[in-house]
């Protein structure tokens, strides 16, 4: 398959956290992608999405909608490009979160059920996580069971707290613009 190469653009408000990518809707009707399956995309870091097709007016232009974390997991902004391609995903059997900052394990499995069910997370993907007192907080996914692929949560997915850890980049905020709804 060749690489197909498509500009980023913002999506709207209602897809944000979601885990989803809006797709030229030409594209998708060229590969004969269906809604739901998985893209990988790459920036300057690779992560994984569903695919939903873009909007009737989005025909042949050539972009792809994400949101803010998604931006951050692959390292790109608005108006970059990245390359996307369709992959095969395993249900998660494990993921192991790594909190940057001290964070009780209590009602974590529940949370991320109830939050991310349906999600396709990749080892290094930022998750945003409010916390019991109200504020945000960010889990880096530092492993997966399997880990050879993109995982996508189920209600089966057993969730951990890994070790403390650095954020991958300092630079992501606690509460991004996509949080406040603008």
């Given amino acids: 398959m060749n690489e197909i190469i498509l500009k980023i653009a913002e999506i709207s408000q209602r897809h944000v956290g979601k885990g989803i990518a809006l797709v030229d809707p030409k594209i998708v009707e060229d590969n004969n992608w269906e809604t739901g399956q998985i893209l990988e995309i790459i920036g300057n870091r690779?992560?994984?999405?569903?695919?939903?097709?873009?909007?009737?007016?989005?025909?042949?232009?050539?972009?792809?909608?994400?949101?803010?974390?998604?931006?951050?997991?692959?390292?790109?902004?608005i108006n970059d490009k990245v390359s996307i391609k369709k992959v095969d995903a395993k249900e998660a059997e494990r993921v192991i979160l790594s909190p940057i900052e001290k964070l009780s394990e209590e009602g974590l499995q529940e949370y991320m059920q109830a939050n991310y069910d349906?999600?396709?997370?990749?080892?290094?993907?930022?998750?945003?996580?409010?916390?019991?007192?109200?504020?945000?907080?960010?889990?880096?996914v530092t492993g997966t069971t399997p880990s050879s692929k993109p995982v996508i949560i189920s209600e089966h997915t057993k969730f951990k707290l890994g070790n403390m850890t650095k954020a991958i980049d300092q630079s992501i905020p606690r509460i991004t613009y996509d949080d406040l709804g603008g």
């Fill in 46 to 77: 690779k992560s994984h999405v569903k695919l939903w097709p873009g909007s009737p007016e989005d025909y042949g232009t050539g972009i792809i909608k994400i949101d803010g974390l998604t931006r951050h997991n692959i390292g790109a902004g």
């Fill in 118 to 140: 349906g999600h396709v997370l990749t080892n290094g993907d930022t998750l945003i996580v409010t916390t019991h007192l109200g504020g945000k907080t960010q889990l880096i």
